[in-house]
């Protein structure tokens, strides 16, 4: 097949040269006339042909073309420029900067090209290739750190884990956070499973990690990201743009010679940095062994016994490789671009894996002078191969697994779990056994569609209309093997293995229809937008579970017990509409006024059974205003190093539909219990419910200073956000459980900041510098009704502390029990054993997750054919939740155990009666904890695991490039051009965090609101991963 | 283009939006994978099951405190029940709160709304009668309640009304049960009634579920003894409501299951895992002292020291577990190898060994197979024939009709050896069934009264005890609260120093539950507090009906 796939690619291009034999290939190179450096993707075309080329990373270009025709040399930014072709020779061209750099054209909501200048806000956008270079699995993985404002919160660093992609910090207490991802104009599917909801186990999400859908795509094929932050911005994606868009725009084939790329990338991957367990004491209480414990509070290991590496065992090395081939080509009427992408990732623990196909056909045709169609078709396959995480999870077993035992031998050779303390229904997995016999697997195909028409009647007018469809189906399966610790059951209930299969189907179909007018008189030039939009939303989640398997050792719903068997079908659809209106004013180029407004209907706020009084429709306005002051003659003459100078302001306010389906109705459940029947779900219907409501002010500004080598941006925006959604438990005296009501405020307030410099530039050397700079702090201004906490169950993973808000706390809160305290805020120790406690169980405050800000810097470097790039990442401040530490303290496996031998008195007051006296009695009582372990168990509160204002410094990508020249390459008579690469991703990390790694999620991204952002429960971090590759262009 | 024109076209739009189309294109807010409106027929079985499961779940801590059954865990999570006392921020001891609210809650409201609105009348009175009973277990347990606000839409807090209005409301819902059950629907369910997915109490059978009335009033009345007007009054509404009711053992009120998986099983059987909750978790379900003793001659006399297989009470191995002995004597049958030990309360035991009352493990197996009521094919009793009769022996013997007293008291002692015989013997390997000779014997053996003048209330109430062993925990309490925990009444009772009390209850015996914790004290604290609900000692305040006044 490969074979003959290359003589095909060889046949094409021999028929091509031999066509064009009378002409000569002409080279040259093209660069920039102020700094001499090479310009990348100049368009060179054959006038009055349609003949066309680009140039390559290092501003090269071959064409044919006969002597005396003429060379056209376009690109955004510059001024074209024309040259003749000689009879001999190369044609060297140099391009002038075009003075109204300007009027750079941004993508903005439904493909809507805007003049920057016009932009009442900013709209950072990042290359495609930038991203495609760190050579992650994930587009959003490389987003980090360059782009002021987003942050992306993976829950570990496994392959295919999933990632909250988040703008401008939390808002929603407990809604969807996540910005809504739009590709070529289309929003796609970027939901994760909600294991609670849509499977029949209706467990909480967080021992299983379901991918967000954005990961499946391929990242190569991204010509763009363009970040769209303030709801002004959105506004015009209505509802399920509130939180921010990322506006995906794909490569495009060019018209010109046709090409076929081809890259690769090989990467190893290596896990370094977990928390070492402490192997000194053994298994047991008080000093004395016990071997059926799992707390290690015995006696000194025996000098002599052996003691297994078995965290250094059990990792091992990652391997990915990763092909990219595309072929691409057309004329001026019609170019077409066929990528393909397999990458085949094998992650740091073993049995996981992440593989992916994905194969994207685009074509553009001009179909008449007034009509342009764009269609694109991308197939994509993924095959995940998971672990457990959480207190079953490999890590927690892991570390409380005894190091006198070989991990390595956790199989006998009949098959069976080599036990050292129990029997399979009291002992925890070995952590080998749990990755390889409990299996969890997720299976995608997937078809992203859409059409795009651009229909131009008339010189001012324009129309366009946009179609997609996104269709992923996943297969997945989760499974507890028969001897393992979940899923043995009991000696009284053996469930002998328990599988868990589901196959979700989801749909989206959206649509939208813009029309765009201009208009000038004189100095005032106008724009006007109109628009309509529907989606519709489809999942469909039909799940299977079963336990007593008959062969233990084969995974699948038909080899469990009939009676066992249990299944969920679930549905989640809902629809939006939207109409909305757009005004855009100028007064020349110096003043804009952007005036919107937008109506959107959901489908989640139609009552199902009383439709004339439903609500679904809402509306609100945005207006904005940019000011282009260096377009006045006063800056032009006394501040010439000042290019550009804009001042931005904005106010606008969005609405949120309901995050939860069904919500405004009564549901039922099916019941499961004798005589079946249905009953009343939990969730209380709740008619009255209205949309989240956000405010948001903006100003800002935007400076270019030295020939656009300094750039300088600046926001300010203070976001209300006030209606909140939120799903608190109720008194039961109402009939239910929780109900989603409308209640509390949450204000975020922020600076974002992108400064771009070119340090140095000339021919053979260029150093440019991007720094983002971030900071937010949300605040829960007030909850409904006097609500003290609102927390996410979900996030609960650890006894005493949970992801919760609170009035007047950030919205980023860690919620946990406290030590008793006197007035005078010592310490109130038990006067029985000089021990802490916790009378008090409610839940306070006791952490903030949120940074107090974060700095990303890209730096950019260009050495002849050399280039090399690299990305620091620093996030400052905010705390972080070591519940793995919480555990490992509990067990005594932690190193903060080790001098328990030490007798100790704890600093405090008894709590005598004489506490909050004048006189408290203080504590002389002293505590050894190796003769007291209560000391590690009864007596630790959480706050003792927070650990507070965690700074770290990663360095997360560094990328080296070389090009080989054309000379070496010359005498390889098809390759145009040859480079090979090497790519260290998340290479460094400092940090002051005792754990794996600060950015941690206890949850999947399932989880609405906040969830278990930065609480670090049984993950591992990132790996580092050295990538090698080149890259080849026929 | 002029700015007007933008402006129309916008109108029109916006025109076009608020129209029919898109809204009807919005009206998807329904969940397809189950029905929005369900009729009574479909609401009834989940709320029989619910019965079952929120007693259950309830009565293993309840019978910490009457002593049925405990731990043999010496963690303070599991003693402090045994202690009278309750953890902090937690939802144990909650779940007939949240039965009667929640499971039941709505959906018996909305059941009995569709049954008298569409005269479907069976499922009107059955709704009703259940009702009664729920709300009735719900004040017993926590005294004042949710009552007049519950299920008011858009209310988040609820005002709690003490134990006269829960009561005479149970009285007004009975009342209403009886009047719905005399009434004839147009159309028949008894076909629906009585199938698989019906009545899983009386298939359909209207005259037992007055009698179930009856007996709840009976019961109602019978908690009233403390009050002067008991023996003018109570006394005889007692009398008469227990004759109204159930008339033998056939009729007693219990729920049936398939038991093809746990969650269609007893959730007292071995299948559910609430009795055995896992190896690990030694919590609950031992025997205790207190009800070996009393089967094994405590009583009237003493109870013997390491009983065996033989005991006065027919009933003993039939009920308690026995603990395989190490030593098995050859050629002698099984049975005759067991010992009977149980845990004494609040000591979390060091008899590890102690089985739950599902059974010892057969050698070889990994579970017990169930035992007495307690297996998942057992039908779960919530009122019976000689509950209802002691409640009758009580009543008369404390207005002076010892004679009739004495003749309900034996006919208690018989029923309930019917009783096993009917309800107790679904284990696979069932014990024999109780002769009639073995039931003669034990009412001529020293335990039992054996004349009018030598009936004593403690005879009485102590049978009602091993009556209700296993499966009415909250009418037990009600008993032993009644009598404020009586050594001379329940003289097996094991007396709690103080010392030994939960240390925030100030040396007292507990007296109610407090309200479920996720329920009322994250919303309801202003209401707590009026009743002295966010006193450390609430659960020690004496409840209305024990009081005289």
Redesign the interface.
Known sequence: MQKQLLSLILGIILLATQAMAQQRAVTGTVTDAVDGGPLPGVTVKLKSTTTATVTTGLGRYSINAKPGQVLVFSFVGYKPQEATVAASGAVDVKLQTDATALNDVVVTAYGISRDKASLGYHAPVVKGSEVAETQRNDFFGGLQGRVPGLSINSTNGNPGASAQIVLRGFVSISGDNNALIVMDGVPINNTTLNQTRELVSGAANRDQDYSNRAIDINPNDIETYTVLKGPEATALYGSAGASGAIIITTKKGKAGQASINYNNSFRVEHLNKFPKQQTMYNSGSVGVYDPVSTFFNGPAFVPGTQLYDNIGEFFQNGFTQKHNLTFDGGSEKFTYRWSNEYSDTRGTIPNTTYKRFSSRLTSTAEISSLLKMTTTFNYINSNNDKVNKGPNGFLLSLYRFNPSFDINNYEDAKGNRVLHTSSIFGEYDNPLWEVNKNKNNDKTNRILANTNFDFTPAKWLKVNAILGLDVASTSGLSAYHAQSYRGSGSASAPTGGRILTYDRLDRIFNGSLTASAKQKAGDFNATYILGATFNDFNSSTNSQQGQNMYDPNFYNINNTLPTTHRVLNYINRYRTVGAFAQAILGYKSLLYLTLSGRIDGASKLMNPTNYEDSKPFFAYPAISTAFNFTELNFFKEHLPFLNSGKLTASYAITGKEPWREYSLGTNYVGATTTGGGYYLSNYAGNPNLKPEKSKNFEVGAELQFFNNRLGVQVDYYRLRSEDQIINPRLSYGGGFVLELINGGTVLNRGIESQITGGIFRNKNFSWDVTSNFTLNRGVVLSLADELPELYESDSWVSPAARSAVHPGASTAAISGTRFDRNNKGDLLLSPLTGLPTTSDTRYYPIGDRNPKFTLGLVNKFRYKNFNMSFLWDLRYGGDVYNATEYESYGRGTSLKTLDRETPRVITGVLKDGLENSANPTRNTISVTPYYTPAYYTTNISPEMFIERNIKALRLRDVSFGYDFPKSTISRLKYIQSLGVFATITDAVLITNYTGSDPETNANSTGVGGIGGYGIDYGNVGKPIGFNLGLRVRL | ?K?HN?YK??AV??AL??TTG??K??????????????RAE?????????MS?GTTQDNRVIWKITQNMGGVSALDASLLWEKHGFP??SDVGGVI??MT???L???L??MINDGVKNEKYEYAAIGYAIKAWAYQMTTDLHGPI?LD??????????KYQDQPEVYAKVREWGNLAIKYSKMQSPVSYATTLAG???D?IYRGDMAKWRKFVYGLFALQYGHLVNKPQFKTAYADSVVKYADLSIANEAEDAT????S??????NPMG??M?LM?????TTYYSRPTTTILSLLTGGVRGTAATAPVFTSVDPRMYRMLPGTPTIVKVPGLPDINTLSYQAITPNLGSTSAGIPTV?GA?PTGA???IGHYIFTDRSRYPIMTYNQLQFVKAEALLLKGDAAGAYDAYTKGIRAHMDFFNQYGRASTTPDPAISAAEVNTYMASSEVAQNAGDLKIADVMQQKYIAQWGWAGLETWCDLRKYHYDATVFRTYYQLTAGELFASNNGKFAYRFRP?Y???Y???SDELAKWGGLNADYMTKETWFVLPN
Do not use: H
Not at chain 2, 25 to 38: C, G, K, M, R, W
């Open positions: 283009m700015m933008i076209i916008a739009m916006s939006f608020v898109c809204k294109y919005l009206d998807i807010n329904s969940n397809p994978s189950i029905p929005q409106e369900v479909l609401l009834l079985p989940p709320i029989i099951y619910q499961n902090p921020a709160w949240r609210y929640v499971d809650g709505l959906n409201e909305n949710i606000e519950a299920f008011t839409v858009g209310q988040l807090r609820f698989v997915s019906g899983g729920i049936g299951y398939t093809s998986v746990a969650a269609d099983s071995v299948q895992g055995i909750p896992s190896t690990a599902l493990v990994a579970a017990p479920r996720n329920s009322e994250v919303w309801n």
